[in-house]
């Protein structure tokens, strides 16, 4: 079965750190791009980050600029996310989707696979 599956979300504290994981099993990522989602509640799902398929480029959203990094791993077919410095409004349900491509899609759309999700929740 082809599918994207998140780990690593949970409760963290104001400041807190966590590293969300997005592994492919059926599939290669490496001819991928891959984006990071996230939906609030009550909001549009967003864009966070984008890593190309080669891993060399990136991009950030604005708000988490400074303090997330993307990367991938080929060898173990997974990408992550981590997220330091956590604020409240990070709190979402966070996503990755991958597009056959060598850069992210700007139509969500246009993307291949999406994961199920995993709640990220920033709270004291």
């Known amino acids: 079965q082809l599918q994207l599956v998140e780990s690593g979300g949970g409760l963290v504290q104001p400041g807190g750190s966590l590293r969300l994981s997005c592994a492919a099993s059926?599939?290669?990522?490496?001819?991928?791009?891959i984006g990071w989602f996230r939906q609030a509640p009550g909001k549009e799902r967003e864009r966070v980050s984008c890593?190309?398929?080669?891993?060399?480029?990136?991009n950030y959203t604005d708000s988490v600029k400074g303090r997330f990094t993307i990367s991938r791993d080929s060898a173990e077919n997974t990408v992550y996310l981590q997220m330091n410095s956590l604020k409240p409004e990070d709190t979402a349900v966070y996503y990755c989707?991958?597009?056959?491509?060598?850069?992210?899609?700007?139509?969500?759309?246009?993307?291949?696979?999406w994961g199920q999700g995993t709640q990220v929740t920033v709270s004291s």
């Open positions: 989707a991958a597009v056959y491509a060598s850069w992210c899609a700007s139509n969500q759309h246009d993307y291949d696979y």
């Open positions: 059926g599939f290669t990522l490496d001819y991928y791009a």
């Open positions: 890593i190309s398929g080669s891993g060399i480029r990136t």
